[in-house]
């Protein structure tokens, strides 16, 4: 099993720092302002879960000292019930039918994580068990979710808020869009040598997870081969089979990660031309606010930094 190694923090906590620095020179005059919230968007697989858990060990001890919190989108995945229901709910649509695609995340639990985390009230993280059911995943139960800022406990209040998840900052195209870029790989499908997975899923399939993405936008590291992520899926797959005695088959993970697939192929380009930019967007920044505040790092297979771009 390849090991994943840690070389993105390097890039990653100086460009944070900066960013404290400037939003804590914006709220000068505020003793106690809200959190720092940071989104991290990766590939499964990508290893953002090593980066998270350093950038919060770094800020949290000295010489930072800054109470940090991870929260991932993976935490407010459906329920197992949920998830059955939802997909009994929509049997013909194959995104549709395990967790992963917008629509199979609590975004109104994940709102009111934010806004409590947002206030500095204790909030409890919720988390997810990616091995129960034999891989198809269950939330934890409620009472074993960390808990964050019990002042009365002794505990400071958080003041970096780190959220990752593989779609984060997906924005919803128009539906022109969606249409234009499912006609187009068809037409590449039919022309063979094509190696996605957006051509063989219905549109209205594609336009469902599409309009689902919208209430996302209530939550608001990259991968130079977006293939790289059956690899990693696989990995991350005998790990849990490793450690816990349960997950998912090889055959299982492929038909897993084809339900993110499409995802990948439609919304991406917009995360890479820059989440924060205005153009293509509504109500994103203006077309000077949005420079500089979001960090891109391009990885090889072997997950190694190979660019590192401010968008």
């Known amino acids: 099993m390849a ?17 404290l620095e400037l939003y804590h020179d914006q709220h000068a005059n505020n003793p106690d302002p809200p959190p720092f919230f940071v989104g991290l968007n990766g590939v499964q697989g990508a290893g953002k879960t090593v980066l998270v858990t350093t950038l919060r060990s770094t800020l949290s001890a000295p010489p930072y000292n800054l109470p940090t919190v991870t929260f991932s989108l993976d935490d407010i995945y459906l329920t197992h019930d949920e998830q059955l229901r939802l997909a009994a709910s929509y049997p013909g649509n194959p995104l549709l039918q395990h967790r992963g695609q917008p629509s199979t995340h609590d975004v109104p639990l994940g709102k009111r994580v934010f806004d409590s985390l947002k206030k500095g009230l204790p909030t409890k993280i919720p988390a997810y068990d990616k091995a129960a059911f034999n891989g198809q995943g269950d939330r934890v139960p409620e ?3 960390e808990l964050v800022n019990d002042v009365a406990q002794g505990q400071e209040r958080v003041k970096v808020v780190i959220f990752e998840g593989w779609c984060v900052g997906f924005r919803a195209l128009p539906e022109e869009d969606v249409r234009a870029a499912w006609e187009d790989a068809v037409e590449k499908k039919n022309k063979g040598g094509y190696d996605g ?14 309009e689902a993405l919208k209430q996302y936008d ?94």
């Open 143 to 145: 009472d074993q979710w």
């Open 3 to 19: 090991q994943i190694i840690d070389d993105k923090s390097q890039y990653c906590i100086p460009f944070l720092l900066e960013r």
């Open 197 to 210: 997975q957006l051509a063989n899923i219905k549109l209205e399939d594609v336009l469902t997870v599409n």
């Open 218 to 311: 209530a939550l608001t590291e990259d991968a130079s081969n977006i293939h790289n992520v059956y690899d990693w899926r696989q990995e991350q797959e005998r790990t849990l089979l490793a450690t816990k005695g349960t997950g998912m088959t090889p055959d299982q993970v492929i038909q897993f990660v084809n339900g993110y697939y499409p995802a990948y192929e439609l919304f991406t380009s917009r995360v890479r031309r820059g989440i924060f930019n205005p153009s293509g967007s509504v109500g994103l920044g203006s077309p000077v606010s949005h420079r500089g505040r979001q960090l891109q790092l391009t990885i090889d297979e072997r997950r190694r930094v190979q660019d590192v771009t401010r968008i």
